[in-house]
């Protein structure tokens, strides 16, 4: 019973380099997202997606893209990454069926820039 | 974000009651909800109330709904130890997409 698993959990990059976060989830769930969060501003929406194949812009999408090819996958890209980029990201997911439509989140990824 | 407000930190003793409070903006909100987050780890859902709603209570946590004057409250009685984490208030957009927005979060410190 994993729920949404993240990975990695941590990592330094310097400037300039790109890399790929992974979320998966093991609940069926239709919508999944992305989150960052920094000291003071909460959590703000990256990208989301409410289905497989399907990816829309949040908040904060600058910088980042996403792919969305299995149901149980989303995958966080940083093409360039940036020192505006240290921050924790969060993966979430949820059902599009009936009850509270709470999230589930991952344990995070906290990323470094340098 | 901007339209979900919380106060950044509250501070009570070890068996008082804590009272976290939230605004919010936007009165087509559907559902409202509470996450508490623990150091280093991910935000996990305690409670939610739908917006028929006035009031939901969960054992030591009462949630208070205002519609009217968009507020939205969190009571926990018997605050202990564990009970210190990072409280976000969220509500749920509109549309198909189940967007949440989350307020700033609210640092609770209980003191023993």
């Known amino acids: 019973n994993a729920g949404v698993t993240q990975t990695p959990k941590f990592r330094v990059l310097k400037t300039g380099q790109s890399m790929t976060l992974l979320c998966a989830q093991d609940?069926?769930?239709?919508?999944m997202y992305w989150y960052r969060q920094d000291p003071g501003m909460g959590l703000r929406l990256i990208h989301y997606s409410v289905g497989e194949g399907t990816t829309a812009k949040g908040e904060v999408p600058d910088g980042y893209n996403v792919s969305r090819l299995k149901k149980q996958n989303f995958l966080l890209g940083l093409e360039s990454a940036a020192p505006s980029q240290t921050s924790v990201y969060f993966c979430?997911?949820?059902?599009?069926?009936?009850?509270?439509?709470?999230?589930?989140f991952g344990s995070g990824t906290r990323l470094t820039v340098v | 974000g901007e339209d979900v407000e919380q106060s950044l930190f509250l501070s009570v003793r070890e068996g008082d009651s804590s009272v976290i409070n939230c605004t919010y903006t936007?009165?087509?909100?559907?559902?409202l909800y509470w996450y508490k987050q623990e150091p280093g780890a991910g935000l996990q859902l305690l409670t939610y109330i739908f917006s028929n709603m006035d009031m939901k209570q969960d054992q030591r946590l009462t949630v208070l709904l205002n519609k009217k004057d968009k507020h939205l409250s969190l009571r926990i009685a018997d605050t202990q130890t564990g009970d210190s984490a990072i409280y976000f208030c969220a509500r749920r957009t509109g549309g198909a997409t189940n967007k949440l927005i989350f307020g700033t979060g609210t640092l609770l410190a209980v003191q023993p």
């Open positions: 936007d009165s087509s909100s559907t559902y």
């Open positions: 609940m069926n769930h239709e919508y």
């Open positions: 979430a997911s949820s059902s599009s069926g009936s009850g509270d439509y709470g999230y589930t």
